[in-house]
């Protein structure tokens, strides 16, 4: 291919092609393939979120895992997510980091909260699991932790588990202390 420059400027008033005729859409930008061009998403600037959770006395009813109601619809930060009270949904298909915190109070004893993700109301498996409270010598606090990454599909959404590990008891999921900070990394 011979090598062509150009010291003038260029105004482009149409579309501009890649290498297989596409004229790409807003905000993505031109890249080079190696051998050709090719449209491509811009991911400098990755969406992500943060929002409470909301109090919840059922997290320790069942030893079945299921998907909660406890997504603060009102977000602290956000950058294109929307939301249901049980569901996080991203902006677009993508691979997510995912960190959720939950902080809980009981009286009763020997109580232990297990926490897993959902993508799609689909477990991923990891689970959180460290939430025993003992309810005795003013121990009635505790807390899981829930991070890893999670692959979401276009119009996917995350959601949160809980189920019961350890003896019933009412548990106390504490709104002001708890919650899920979802980030786009790829």
Same mark, same amino acid.
């Given at each position: 291919?011979?090598?062509?420059?150009?010291?003038?400027?260029?105004?482009?008033?149409?579309?501009?092609?890649?290498?297989?005729?596409?004229?790409?859409?807003?905000?993505?930008?031109?890249?080079?393939?190696?051998?050709?061009?090719?449209?491509?998403?811009?991911?400098?600037?990755?969406?992500?979120?943060?929002?409470?959770?909301?109090?919840? &006395?059922?997290?320790?009813?069942?030893?079945?895992?299921?998907? %909660?109601?406890?997504?603060?619809?009102?977000?602290?930060?956000?950058?294109?997510?929307?939301?249901?009270?049980?569901?996080?949904?991203?902006?677009?298909?993508?691979?997510?980091?995912?960190?959720?915190?939950?902080?809980?109070?009981?009286?009763?004893?020997?109580?232990?909260?297990?926490?897993?993700?959902?993508?799609?109301?689909? %477990? &991923?498996?990891?689970?959180?699991?460290?939430?025993?409270?003992?309810?005795?010598?003013?121990?009635?606090?505790?807390?899981?932790?829930?991070?890893?990454?999670?692959?979401?599909?276009?119009?996917?959404?995350?959601?949160?588990? %809980?189920?019961?590990?350890?003896?019933?008891?009412?548990?106390?999921?504490?709104?002001?202390?708890?919650?899920?900070?979802?980030?786009?990394?790829?």
């Amino acid at each position: 291919m011979a090598k062509k420059y150009t010291t003038d400027s260029i105004t482009i008033t149409e579309g501009l092609a890649d290498g297989t005729g596409e004229t790409g859409t807003a905000g993505q930008l031109l890249s080079s393939t190696g051998t050709s061009t090719a449209w491509i998403d811009d991911n400098s600037n990755k969406p992500y979120t943060k929002t409470k959770l909301t109090a919840n &006395t059922a997290i320790n009813n069942s030893t079945t895992l299921g998907v %909660f109601s406890v997504i603060n619809t009102s977000p602290v930060q956000n950058s294109g997510f929307t939301f249901t009270s049980s569901r996080v949904i991203p902006p677009s298909a993508g691979v997510y980091a995912v960190d959720v915190m939950a902080y809980y109070t009981s009286t009763a004893a020997r109580v232990n909260v297990g926490m897993q993700v959902a993508v799609n109301n689909t %477990f &991923t498996g990891e689970e959180a699991a460290m939430g025993y409270i003992r309810a005795s010598s003013g121990h009635n606090e505790s807390s899981l932790t829930w991070s890893s990454i999670v692959d979401v599909p276009a119009g996917g959404y995350i959601s949160i588990g %809980f189920l019961r590990l350890g003896n019933a008891g009412t548990c106390v999921l504490d709104a002001t202390r708890s919650a899920i900070s979802v980030y786009k990394i790829s």
